[in-house]
């Protein structure tokens, strides 16, 4: 793909706004969860209520990323992204408001972080099904390298922020700051005007929606195999990452190098969609499955060789494979599934890795506990590789051609079967 063709696609005004809301909006969401550690921490220096107050707003928004799906399939887009955004810069007012006039509680910082990891996860779907309806369909692989690019640039760029700010100014005043990125994100929204997907099918109700997409995605072979192998690969590195990983970090490389670790696979990250920016192939899911593959070098290296420039080369692999997935993946998704259903459909697919995240973190360290640290490590690659592997594997996934998308509206490409409605 020329550089020409890639700028194309960011010329495209609505694909344009796209990306600076979603920067916004990636900005903001690396400084939160930072920001309100450190309000909880000032409240009461309990570890307990810091688990509390950080771990609602992820654990309650997973059960609401389905109903996202729902309004994102029903109303404009654009709009439940305006509406969202703006409610969650009011929560972050609020949580601002509450510790600058040290009015803050754990049930106040709790309550608020839960409303705020609710409205964030009924804005994810519609957030994966508006990208397509920015680009054109030609540019769809290139953009969506692009957008990660940006949205992984925000994410490096917030978080180290959200640090400086809450030691200088203040986790109230941190709040404040990250309010402020969730109000200009609608601001750009707002004028990505695109119309509302065609209707199909019973939509009598919700949950006839709900219905039938959990039908159309299982109808997909090629995405609910990919999503089912995701839950234990993502599970696995991030129990090896997040949670083994300081572990043999503070016996090995230090908690210094093992932030120079994190820094390396974000720079990996960046790599890996640029690298799916410029990839040509006509197989694009099977390339981004079979990628994944030698992200088992890094629970590896942890286990066997944790010295700072094995870690350091394992973390960029893994970091740009994972990428690479991930645009060939949403790039698969936007081309094969009809844009009336993309939305709900999206929020199944993203539930498994949604879920995924939490169970590896979790049995990480009971496992640990029970037959060692490097035992466990080396079982993560394991189960990492055969999911890979498995994915790479199948035919559905190994055969799904890279091209233009259906009608919206319209039935699958005939390599899929048609869609069940409910």
Known sequence: MSQGGTL????????????????????GNAMTPITLA??????????RDLGIVVGARSVVGLLFVLVGGVIADRLPRHKVLVWTMAAVAATQLAMAAIVLTQHASVLWLASLSVVNGILASVSLPAVGALTPQTIPEGQRQQGNALLRMSVNLAMTIGAPTAGVLTAVVGPGWAMAATALLFVAAPLCFARVDVPLPA???DRSSPLADLRAGWSGFLSYQWLWVTSACY?????????AERVLGPAVADDTVGRAGWGVVLAFETIGMILGAYAALRLRTRRLMAVGAFALLPAVALPLALAWQPSIVPLLITAVITGAVTELFMVAWSTSMQEHVPDAMLARIYAISSLASMIALPLGQLTAGPVADSIGIQHTLVWMGVIMLVSAGLMSLNPSVRRLPHGPPPPSGGTPPTDEPALVSA
């Open 199 to 201: 209707q199909t099918g």
């Open 8 to 27: 194309a696609a960011f010329r495209h005004r609505p694909f344009r706004l796209l990306i600076f809301g979603r920067c916004f909006v990636a900005f």
């Open 231 to 239: 839950v234990f690969f993502w599970a696995a590195l991030a129990g």
């Open 38 to 47: 450190f309000a909880a921490l000032d409240l009461t220096g309990s570890l």
